[in-house]
């Protein structure tokens, strides 16, 4: 028989995540702290729950896809809202999707596995886009007749689902992609205020270096909003800012060097302390406009 599968955390990116989960066919019951967020689902089909107990209790997969490390232990481990322990089934699953400490998953895989439960650490990439079309990486830690059995799940939600490691190496794994992501906007930022104060013109700029060994996701899809000056958030500064956190507390504990990373946080905390904390993690290139006197804006087309 089916797993019957729970979705909690219906943000920016949990929202398109368990939409896709609906139009795969799966009967999905929902949770969201923000009640109201509930109701577009439920209109497409999903049944809301009370709260994440209420919701484990009824579901034998339950996925999570919320901020940050202490809103993974209140939806799991809380008791105002009651916590997925304290209604979980025997054998049930619990799939964290959010991006959050690895020492904290570990512990959180120990706390679940103390009630005869299992659990995966299965953070995403992509940005809301992706989570939108199905489309995201999703990169699995845990034991693999776990990720089997979470498998027709997550080809619902992702175009490429890697099992990288044991428990919590999902979410280190994520930590080295966060690193690269913010090291692409940096790289992506200081390229198009070069290009600006030299007089480019910058579409055909980024047409030109888009396609060769300079490309990256980030370049592609985040360089044409730059130009437009459009900062509508894939992923927020502050969900950003919190990831890099995680890098540096992580990279502390390793005793690894993580130089530009460190100057990136610093570079977010300036447009956190303006306010900006909820505009795209491309807004990167505001500090450097700062910085330089000068911002970067497309010309107009010709008409």
């Keep these: 028989m089916a797993d019957t599968v729970g979705f909690i955390g219906l943000g920016i990116m949990g929202r398109g995540m368990a939409r896709n989960l609906l139009k795969a066919g799966f009967d999905l019951r929902v949770w969201n702290r923000t009640a109201s967020r509930m109701d577009e689902l439920a209109a497409e089909g999903a049944h809301p729950t009370r709260d994440p107990a209420d919701l484990a209790a009824q579901c034998d997969l339950i996925f999570i896809c919320v901020s940050d490390t202490p809103d993974v232990e209140a939806v799991i481990t809380g008791d105002h809202p009651r916590g997925v322990i304290h209604g979980l089934r025997p054998g049930a699953l619990v799939v964290d999707m959010s991006t959050i400490s690895p020492h904290a998953t570990r512990a959180l895989g120990a706390r679940l596995a103390a009630k005869g439960a299992r659990m995966l650490d299965a953070p995403v990439s992509g940005g809301s886009e992706g989570a939108a079309r199905g489309t995201l990486s999703i990169m699995v830690g845990g034991a ?160």
């Design 144 to 303: 693999a007749e776990d990720v089997e059995r979470a498998r027709p799940a997550f080809a619902a939600m992702g175009k490429t689902i890697t099992h990288v490691g044991g428990p919590g190496d999902g979410q280190m794994v994520k930590l080295v992609n966060q690193i690269l992501v913010v090291g692409n906007a940096l790289a992506m930022s200081e390229a198009l205020l070069f290009a600006q104060a030299g007089g480019l013109d910058l579409r055909k700029t980024l047409d030109a270096v888009k396609p060769g060994a300079a490309g990256s996701w980030m370049l592609a899809n985040r360089g044409p909003q730059i130009l437009e000056r459009d900062w509508r958030p894939g992923f927020t500064i502050d969900l950003q800012q919190k990831d890099v956190r995680l890098v540096l507390d992580a990279a502390d504990q390793l005793g690894v060097p993580v130089l530009t990373t460190a100057m990136i946080f610093n570079l977010y905390r300036t447009l956190q302390a303006e306010g900006l904390g909820a505009e795209g993690n491309h807004a990167l290139i505001k500090a450097l406009e700062k910085l330089a006197n000068l911002e970067v804006r497309a010309a107009a087309p010709p008409q």
